[in-house]
């Protein structure tokens, strides 16, 4: 049966570079190889909806339940390098933040990933670009099944979107969310995405506190 558009699907996956460095996977062997504190299971996703790489995506188009080898350029994985994202920022800003910026680390800078290039007159120079920008990369993937079940699918996306297991319940093609009072906001800019995935009406419900 082949894949398309809002299907719903079922992957592990070891990711790597064209050198062979292993980044990413679903599997416990190499997650315990990188050190990586993220849950060994599979990946359940809905396709054509940018909750996986672009270029993943368009390759499983009228594909089939299988194991693939993927092969991606930069612009249909984490893009080119972009010279204008390598910027100098004041060292004093690291000093408020209690961290000693040193060449060669990576850290989290507002939420995006950032790399300390140098140190030099109170000065850094900090690369924001992606660490795998400009790289090709190789995804081994199994697709293991189609998902059918809605609540599977619900949780899905309440897990990619919103990064929680929440409460909910259907009431004919309204979805009734449950989600803290401080994730309420957020919750609802994802409405249109609800119902353009599953054509559900989203409802959001404040808890008392998350799954």
Do not use: C, W
């Not at 315990?32 to 809905?46: T, Y």
């Not at 893009?79 to 204008?84: C, I, K």
């Not at 899905?156 to 929680?164: I, K, M, P």
């Amino acid at each position: 049966m082949a894949f398309k558009k809002n299907d719903f699907i079922e992957v592990d996956f070891v990711a790597k570079t064209s050198k062979g460095e292993v980044f990413d996977s679903t599997l416990k062997e190499e997650l315990d190889k990188l050190g990586s504190k993220s849950s060994a299971k599979p990946f359940v996703f809905s396709l054509g909806n940018g909750m996986f790489l672009k270029g993943i995506e368009e390759f499983l188009m009228d594909k089939d339940v299988g194991k693939y080898e993927i092969t991606l350029e930069p612009e249909n994985a984490f893009g080119n390098r972009d010279v204008s994202l390598i910027r100098l920022v004041p060292e004093s800003i690291f000093k408020q933040h209690n961290v000693r910026p040193i060449s060669g680390h990576v850290f989290n800078f507002d939420g995006n990933l950032a790399k300390i290039l140098s140190v030099n007159g109170g000065r850094v120079r900090v690369d924001f670009n992606n660490p795998l920008a400009g790289k090709i990369v190789i995804y081994n993937l199994e697709v293991k099944r189609i998902v059918s079940d809605l609540n599977e699918k619900i949780k899905s996306l309440n897990d990619f979107f919103l990064r929680g297991n929440f409460k909910f319940e259907l009431e004919g093609k309204k979805l009734i969310l449950e989600v803290p009072e401080k994730m309420k906001n957020i919750a609802i800019l994802f409405k249109d995405k609800y119902k353009e995935i599953l054509d559900l009406d989203l409802e959001i419900k404040e808890s008392l506190k998350k799954e």
